[in-house]
């Protein structure tokens, strides 16, 4: 069947649908916050339609190649830079963007069109060496291990020892990133039009990733809807001290409870904050620092909440004390979460009680989350960190993925302890009963995992060291050993041993709110003639 151009390539302001299965979430949410004119950096979509032709024949179709020259020469006039140019370069991201949220499943690339000789001049141009070397980096960084393949562990082994924090340090990782790239693969680093294509085919090819497909069969999610990529103008977190990267939620994603919360981490780009890499620091703080900027913000998430008429997850970035919106979705949420959000959105007027009943299926009722009771005693208790989703659980304590599924298969309950989880530990987080992270926080890529299939999680726990051999981890300075029994609370932040005892939390005000409003509506829909 026949596509046209227009149904492949799709620019932001220019698009006359915003349709989910065409534009994918990401595409979808950014042509609409461009409609309501909040803060978006322009860009296009290379549509599911353009994914789906991609997937059969292995490269973007011709039409959709001059489509994609066609969009970033508009993009160009409209940002006044060049894609390719050496002093002043326009550059890009390109992100994937599926139909349904799969947060973190599939794969970005940052600062796409910059090059070895392009990032000296801007170094010289801007006068800032460490923002245009941390720039490339994540270029480096994300062409190595998402359009290269390369495994994460030798990218990381390359710049082992290597200062961030420094201009010179950043220039040294850039520099021994690019040798691993062109060292391994046997191929230079390409130009701009080169990153570009192999970038958005990399995108297009993490729809068919493992862990993506794992992901899938977990949620039922049908793998032939494809992916949308996403191709935007870049602006900067790393910029400078008054600039940064952050995930908001307008709602808390684990209670439920109202009132907007996240994480923001000064001069950052993309994955630093949800990557559990790095200590990021709650809004409140971005309120102390930057007051206009956090006001901005929290009148951007109050608009784009009512608009949704849901909770809002958000991807924000600041660059020189300006918000700009990258991504918006309705967030995932614990199941006690939803039965919160649902009552009180209707409690506000948002939605009708019959809306607020039809939210809440019989599925999220039976996963609503237990408790442990009572709390474990000082010889018990192994470490406190933070409560990242809600809930308690017992299970075996395994150190890596692949324990994790091979104990789940054999039927044995597993809590998955890690320094910090990426999605390539996709497998073990959908096999374990809870999840435990020496760093992070409830924005980290294992908090959000977590909430999303009802496990508890407890982030931030302190230093967490996995012998070489795999059996004992030290966690926060105590020892735990494969397949010891533990419980953790992801309400109160903590992980214990032994197999304490878990009642369930039926004592939930809104809870048995929602149930009055269920049997209310069933009487009336009874009396219907």
Not at 54 to 75: D, F, N, Y
Not at 159 to 182: F, S
Not at 205 to 216: E, I, L, M, Q
Not at 270 to 276: K, N
Request: hydrophobic share 40%; glycine share 10%; proline share 5%.
């Amino acid at each position: 069947m026949s596509t046209s151009t227009s149904e492949l390539v799709v620019g932001f302001r220019a698009a006359e649908t915003s349709d989910r299965a065409l534009l994918g979430g990401k595409g979808s949410g950014l042509v609409d916050m461009t409609r309501l004119g909040i803060p978006v950096p322009p860009g296009f979509v290379l549509t599911t339609a353009c994914g789906l032709r991609h997937r059969e024949a292995g490269s973007l179709p011709t039409e959709a190649q001059a489509a994609v020259q066609a969009h970033l020469a508009v993009l160009e006039r409209e940002i006044g830079r060049r894609f390719g140019d050496l002093d002043d370069p326009l550059l890009v991201s390109v992100r994937s963007g599926a139909p349904v949220s799969m947060p973190g499943m599939m794969d970005t690339i940052l600062n796409v069109g910059l090059t070895p000789d392009s990032v000296a001049r801007l170094a010289s141009a801007t006068g800032d060496a460490r923002f245009a070397y941390s720039s490339f980096e994540h270029l480096l960084s994300g062409f190595a291990t998402s359009v290269r393949e390369l495994p994460p562990d030798l990218v990381d082994d390359a710049v082992e020892g290597l200062d961030r924090d420094t201009a010179e340090g950043a220039r040294q990782r850039c520099t021994a990133l690019l040798a691993t790239i062109e060292a391994e693969t046997g191929s230079r680093f390409p130009a701009p039009e080169g990153q570009l294509t192999e970038a958005i085919a990399a995108v297009f090819a993490s729809w068919d990733s493992r862990r993506a497909r794992a992901y899938r069969r977990h949620k039922g999610i049908d793998d032939s809807i494809g992916t949308a990529v996403v191709v935007q103008a870049m602006v900067y977190g790393n910029r400078s001290d008054t600039s940064g990267s952050g995930v908001a939620f307008t709602r808390d994603p684990a209670s439920g409870a109202p009132g907007a919360c996240g994480e923001y981490l000064p001069r950052a780009q993309g994955e630093d904050v949800v990557s559990g890499r790095f200590e990021s620091r709650g809004l409140g703080a971005l309120a102390v620092t930057l007051p206009r900027t956090h006001a901005e913000l929290a009148a951007v998430l109050d608009r784009l909440e009512r608009h949704a008429t849901d909770m809002c997850d958000v991807e924000f970035t600041v660059e020189s004390e300006k918000v700009w919106i990258l991504q918006t979705r309705v967030g995932q949420r614990s199941s006690r979460a939803a039965v919160r959000i649902a009552v009180d959105l209707a409690r506000e007027g948002i939605i009708s009680t019959a809306e607020a009943v039809r939210r809440i299926d019989e599925r999220a009722l039976a996963r609503l989350p237990r408790t442990a009771d009572p709390a474990p005693d000082r010889d018990a208790l192994i470490a406190r960190g933070i409560a990242s989703s809600c809930g308690a659980a017992t299970g075996l304590a395994v150190f890596d993925a692949d324990a994790a599924a091979e104990y789940a298969a054999q039927g044995r309950r597993v809590v998955l302890i890690r320094p910090t989880t990426s999605p390539s530990d996709m497998s073990g987080l959908i096999a374990s009963a809870a999840v435990v992270t020496g760093r992070g926080g409830p924005m980290s890529h294992a908090a959000v995992v977590a909430r999303g299939m009802d496990r508890p999680a407890v982030c931030g726990v302190g230093p967490i060291e996995i012998s070489a051999d795999g059996r004992t981890a030290t966690v926060d300075g105590r020892s735990v050993h494969v397949g010891e029994a533990i419980t953790v609370d992801g309400d109160n932040g903590w992980l214990a041993r032994g197999e304490l005892e878990l009642v369930d939390a039926e004592d939930d005000p809104d809870y048995h709110r929602y149930l009055q409003w269920r049997h209310e509506l069933h009487d009336t829909d009874e009396e219907q003639p």
